[in-house]
């Protein structure tokens, strides 16, 4: 009973640091697997048997050959789909919603949204469509499509794994389909035509600047000397310009005036900390004389940054796995080490008096960047961020254009196979992501960094932790207290309740971390009521990749936060309908296709 409560104890802290954030997710997990084995509840010869696992090795595999899909362009025929969509916000949001949710059922999530986000920030910006309207949709269908195969999802693949530890044979490929086809065209159904009313249109989304962000850029300026519009003061020197932006700091020599008044007077070599749109940035810097401080950009006579053969502005959101995550300009030191220079940054709800060389990043920051074209591709792999550019921004790598039918072969042969039973799903999709690094259609450093290492660190940890809440006994003791609830509720009801609880869970924390905690707690609840354990399994796969309503609960809701001008509160708005109806139809498909 110590044991339990040892490990009761340290899933408890876990959950508590994964919802603070204060220690990133991976180490956390790692921490947790540390102290179960210092108290010998996990033998030490058994510590990092997780990182072996089958579905560790799949998920690695999963997102090389998901970046190479991307690199290579393979998907590009199928992403051309968008453009031949109607007219209304309803058609556009169904068919960026169902192109998504085909991607992410043979892919990464993030990998499909990293194809689709910018298509669909120009979609909004060409018909006049507030991105908000667009993103949030996008990302939700990332997740549903991911419902839809074995390797769709991380939780897919864990679940798969736990049938066989019951001692039966693992799902197969399609086994997820029937359930997951029937949530997906239901959920795009919903939002589609109805749920994305519940979107709130930002005030700060502006479809018609010249680059794709909704919300404000914090930028540094600097007033050269004898310039004509020193010596005024800050609602003279607006009123003249006729511009909306906000002033939050004035750096005066070792002097700092935070959020100076609108009297205050402006000096001569004086540096302003300013927030502002794009196009009102633009006309400050033409109509005033004033210079960006971060950086050396083109203008033309209208005052417009020129992109030149050499050089690209583009916009790139900050994914919560990037090596900026923490860090300001000075630690990452952009221009000496990636060649780039920062020349602003965008976060909802801006709240820094800092500079921008002190600003730190978080996951969802929005970065203006200059960098040289032949730089990029490179860049966007180092820093993982996304760009908020077509793909055409990026330089077009011509020996990799011809490996696009490769890729799609080497990837349909891997399903075949996997389906057909022939391979298991790890050994498939390994030796495709090898055959595509022999084939030079990947090379080896973009194997490596096409991994999300974080996430496999905490997958490779955790699966003991889990291992340990069933050899403890655990799961059946949380088994049983839910189980009292059968004295007043049918046992069907055991699979919404089931799904909620992990539900709630995949909201606060990672969904596969959720799927983990409570696939053996699933187990023993088939044990102890006597009925198969599909059923049970099946609820916590389908619920563990429902993290709706929150931003923090997957990637794809954290990436849409910035792009889309979200605030933590609007997810529920959508989320909350939306997992409702996950409950009220995936109840009912379990049960069909999964009987108990």
């Known amino acids: 009973m110590i044991q339990q409560y040892i490990v009761f104890g340290v899933i408890i802290g876990s959950l508590v640091l994964f919802v603070q954030g204060s220690i990133r997710y991976d180490f956390v997990a790692l921490a947790a697997l540390l102290v179960l084995t210092a108290s010998q509840i996990i033998p030490s010869s058994e510590a990092f048997m997780g990182f072996g696992h089958p579905a560790i090795i799949t998920v690695a595999a999963i997102l090389v050959v998901s970046s190479a899909l991307l690199k290579t362009g393979a998907l590009d025929q199928l992403v051309e789909l968008l453009n031949r969509s109607g007219q209304s916000i309803s058609r556009k949001v169904l068919t960026l919603m169902a192109v998504t949710a085909i991607l992410s059922s043979f892919m990464n999530n993030v990998g499909a949204l990293a194809l689709i986000m910018p298509i669909a920030i120009k979609t909004g910006k060409h018909h006049q469509i507030s991105p908000s309207y667009l993103l949030m949709p996008v990302a939700f269908a990332s997740l549903l499509g991911g419902l839809v195969t074995e390797i769709g999802t991380p939780p897919n693949l864990i679940i798969s794994t736990y049938r066989h530890s019951a001692g039966l044979q693992s799902f197969s490929f399609f086994d997820f389909a029937p359930v997951g086809i029937g949530l997906t065209v239901v959920g795009i159904l919903f939002i589609s035509f109805i749920g994305w009313h519940f979107v709130p249109k930002r005030k700060a989304d502006n479809v018609q600047t010249d680059f794709f962000q909704v919300d404000e850029y914090m930028s540094e300026l600097y007033i050269p000397e004898s310039n004509k519009l020193a010596d005024k003061t800050i609602r003279e020197l607006l009123i003249e310009l006729k511009l909306d932006i906000n002033i939050i700091s004035i750096i005066r020599g070792s002097k700092r005036i935070i959020a100076p008044h609108a009297n205050e007077l402006l000096q001569e070599c004086d540096l302003l900390v300013v927030r502002a749109d794009h196009a009102d940035l633009t006309s400050l810097i033409e109509k005033s004389g004033f210079s960006l401080t971060a950086t050396k950009v083109l203008y033309d006579e209208s005052g417009k940054i020129l992109d030149n053969n050499n050089y690209t502005l583009i916009e790139i959101v900050l994914k919560d796995d990037s090596p900026a995550i923490g860090r300001n300009v000075i630690d990452l030191d952009l221009r000496k080490r990636y060649g780039v220079n920062l020349v602003a940054v965008s976060r909802r709800g801006i709240s820094s008096y800092t500079r921008l060389k002190s600003f730190r990043f978080k996951p969802g920051d929005i970065l203006l960047i200059q960098c040289p074209t032949e730089n990029l591709q490179d860049l966007l792999y180092r820093m993982k961020g996304l760009p908020l550019a077509e793909r055409g921004l990026i330089l077009p790598n011509h020996n990799l254009k011809k490996h696009k039918n490769l890729t799609i072969?080497?990837?349909?042969?891997?399903?075949?196979?996997?389906?057909?039973?022939?391979?298991?799903?790890?050994?498939?999709?390994?030796?495709?992501?090898?055959?595509?690094?022999?084939?030079?259609?990947?090379?080896?450093?973009?194997?490596?960094?096409?991994?999300?290492?974080?996430?496999?660190?905490?997958?490779?940890?955790?699966?003991?932790?889990?291992?340990?809440?069933?050899?403890?006994?655990?799961?059946?003791?949380?088994?049983?207290?839910?189980?009292?609830?059968?004295?007043?509720?049918?046992?069907?009801?055991?699979?919404?309740?089931?799904?909620?609880?992990?539900?709630?869970?995949?909201?606060?924390?990672?969904?596969?971390?959720?799927?983990?905690?409570?696939?053996?707690?699933?187990?023993?609840?088939?044990?102890?009521?006597?009925?198969?354990?599909?059923?049970?399994?099946?609820s916590v796969a389908v619920s563990a990749s429902s993290a709706f309503m929150t931003p923090i609960g997957h990637q794809s809701c954290t990436l849409v936060m910035g792009p889309g001008g979200y605030k933590f509160g609007d997810y529920w708005r959508l989320g909350l309908p939306v997992s409702i109806i996950v409950l009220v139809v995936g109840t009912p498909l379990i049960l069909m296709f999964w009987p108990l």
Not at 461 to 487: F, N, R, W
Not at 530 to 537: F, H, K, Q, R, T
């Open 409 to 538: 072969g080497l990837f349909g042969i891997s399903i075949i196979m996997t389906t057909l039973g022939i391979v298991s799903v790890h050994v498939s999709f390994v030796t495709c992501a090898l055959l595509m690094v022999i084939l030079n259609i990947l090379t080896p450093r973009e194997f490596y960094e096409a991994v999300d290492w974080p996430i496999i660190i905490m997958l490779g940890a955790l699966l003991p932790v889990g291992e340990a809440l069933q050899s403890t006994g655990g799961s059946d003791t949380i088994a049983t207290m839910m189980l009292k609830a059968m004295a007043v509720l049918q046992p069907t009801m055991m699979i919404p309740l089931l799904m909620a609880t992990t539900m709630i869970l995949t909201n606060l924390i990672n969904n596969a971390a959720a799927a983990v905690l409570m696939a053996p707690i699933a187990l023993s609840l088939a044990k102890q009521m006597g009925v198969s354990v599909d059923p049970m399994l099946m």
